[in-house]
């Protein structure tokens, strides 16, 4: 799952229930012998193998490393060994990572350094200069949207030519994308982006660029940047911006996609998990959770001679942390032929939280207002029903763009799965039913170093495995579908409408 600073709920409403909500359409299946196959020590085994994979490369999985690379190269080996036909579908995409952080000084008058960070994919750089204002920056802050500063090449006075200069702008209005373009455009040498300033936007905030910029780009919280903005008006200010990246427009990174041998070719079941890691860790919970999870379903679906009715595609996506890419690239690649074929997508990203909550992506929408495309009801009401058998609650968790099952109900496949829980924070009344720790994080490692082998809840492994596998299983298996004619795929349907990246760091 995505970066560190996230303003999107997890669970926009949380009600815990023993109770079904919604009433699957499919088979009931029977999946014990899936699911007693299905074993933590199995999935235990895939993470540990990527720990060691991590621990080699430097300490990272990410997408256009050497680490995602020998990551592939397992599960493909894992899948083919096992009796899965394996294609490797091989993208590019905007690769990034910062080198050192970055440091904002005040050279003139004399100050401390300023506490910021380096906006994803700043290109490197070390520059002195004077601070100049954007035309639009607006002190204090007003009503939402506040400030457009930034957004049009008319909010910047054009730079000196005969010395090094820096543009000043407030966060609002517009990509931060946008205006670190419009800044170059104009002739800055580096640009600041301060917070705007109103209620949950002052703190210091990390943006990304999206894509490779020309010029260093660094942040400042709302009270830093608004007081450089005060000084720097009332008189000369020279800052000095340093930063040091690796960017690469046109790194290389894979899908790998994985059919059961048998099933219906024409009802095609999708089950992921991203395989990649950020840049800043081995990525065990995030995720290699559902990375080991899926892997070992296939390897037990496989050993147990399991006769699918439809056929499972496995597929382990490159490039989510770098905002869903791998899943995008895959959908967008569909032939109108293929894309009518698939039926259902589950999707499996963290499944293994320290301080975890059994979340249940909300299909029909009635508990966080945003529903899936038709048939993601009944997906939810398959996982609902299932742990409500079990004496186990659930949560309900929106579709808020934020994993790779947004590129499917984007184009109307309807889709479900689980998930442990990111940066959020446990409640008082989810630590009463689940246990664990009220007012501290879901997992506390979340896009950090630490998220390595020890970032586990054997527990949640457990639990979630088995509700995936149970998932799999009877959707692999049904006879019955999602709809009121009891077939497994809609007719023709117009897309979803496509979900906002709600991963790294926001766009504005």
């Known amino acids: 799952m995505h970066k560190r600073i996230i303003a999107v709920p997890l669970a926009a409403a949380l009600v815990v229930t023993l109770a079904p909500q919604q009433a699957s359409a499919v088979d009931e299946i029977s999946t014990r012998k899936l699911r007693d196959a299905v074993t933590v020590a199995g999935i235990l085994g895939h993470e540990r193998v990527l720990q060691r994979i991590a621990n080699q490369n430097d300490g990272t999985r990410a997408s256009g490393t050497p680490g995602f ?39 003139s008058p004399a100050g401390p350094a300023y506490e910021t960070v380096t906006y994803d994919y700043s290109a490197s750089g070390d520059v002195t200069g004077r601070v100049v204002p954007a035309l639009n920056n607006v002190l204090p802050p007003t009503a939402e949207p506040s400030s457009t500063a930034g957004c049009a090449a008319s909010d910047f006075a054009p730079a000196s030519a005969s010395a090094p200069e820096i543009a000043l702008i407030q966060r609002g209005g517009c990509d ?44 400042l919280s709302f009270a830093d940047g608004s007081a450089l903005d005060a000084a720097a008006s009332a008189g000369s200010v020279t ?100 894309l009518a074929k698939i039926f259902a997508n589950l999707n499996f990203d963290m499944v293994g939280s320290p ?21 993601s009801e009944q997906i939810e009401g398959l996982f609902t029903e299932y742990f409500a058998d079990q004496g186990l609650a659930t949560d309900p968790t929106a579709f808020d763009g934020r994993s790779d099952y947004g590129p499917f109900i984007e184009v109307g496949i ?30 506390a490692c979340y896009h950090q170093a630490c ?21 799999v299983l009877t959707l692999a298996l049904t006879r019955s ?16 409408p496509k979900l906002p990246y709600q991963g790294d760091h926001l766009a504005r």
Do not use: M
Not at 74 to 101: C, D, I, M, N
Not at 359 to 373: I, K, L, M, N, Q
Not at 455 to 471: P, Q, R
């Open 239 to 338: 800052v000095r911006v340093q930063t040091s990246t690796q960017v690469d427009a046109n790194a290389v990174t894979s899908n790998i996609i994985a059919d059961s041998p048998g099933g219906d070719a024409d009802r095609v079941l999708v089950v992921g998990a991203h395989l990649d890691s950020v840049v800043a860790g081995p990525g065990i919970n995030d995720n290699g959770s559902g990375t080991a999870t899926n892997l070992e379903i296939a390897v037990q679906l496989a050993k147990l001679k399991v006769k699918p009715r439809q056929k499972v595609r496995f597929a382990f996506w490159g490039a989510e942390e770098s905002g869903l890419l791998g899943s995008e690239h895959y959908v967008a690649n569909l032939s109108d032929a293929e």
């Open 414 to 443: 309807p889709a479900g799965g689980l998930f442990s829980g990111a940066e959020g924070e446990k409640t008082a009344e989810q630590a009463t039913v689940y246990g664990g720790t009220a007012g501290a994080p879901y997992d």
């Open 69 to 107: 690379a020998a990551g592939a190269a397992y599960v493909s080996g894992v899948l083919k060994q096992a009796g899965y036909r394996v294609t490797e579908q091989k993208f590019t995409f905007p690769f990034y990572r910062e080198l050192a952080p970055a440091r904002l000084t005040r050279v």
């Open 451 to 471: 998220d390595d082998i020890n970032n586990l809840s054997t527990k949640a492994l457990a639990e979630l495995g088995d509700g995936a596998a149970h998932a």
């Open 176 to 219: 931060f994308a946008v205006k670190a373009a419009n800044a170059a455009a104009a002739g800055y040498d580096a640009a600041i982006i301060f917070n705007e300033g109103q209620e949950g936007r002052t703190e210091l905030f990390q943006g990304t660029l999206g894509g490779p910029a020309a010029i260093p780009v660094v942040g």
């Open 481 to 496: 579908g999602f709809y009121p004619d009891g077939s497994l795929r809609a007719a023709a349907r117009a897309a979803a």
């Open 355 to 375: 301080n975890y909550v059994r979340f249940v992506y909300d299909g029909d929408g009635s508990d966080t207002g945003a529903s899936g495309p038709a048939g």
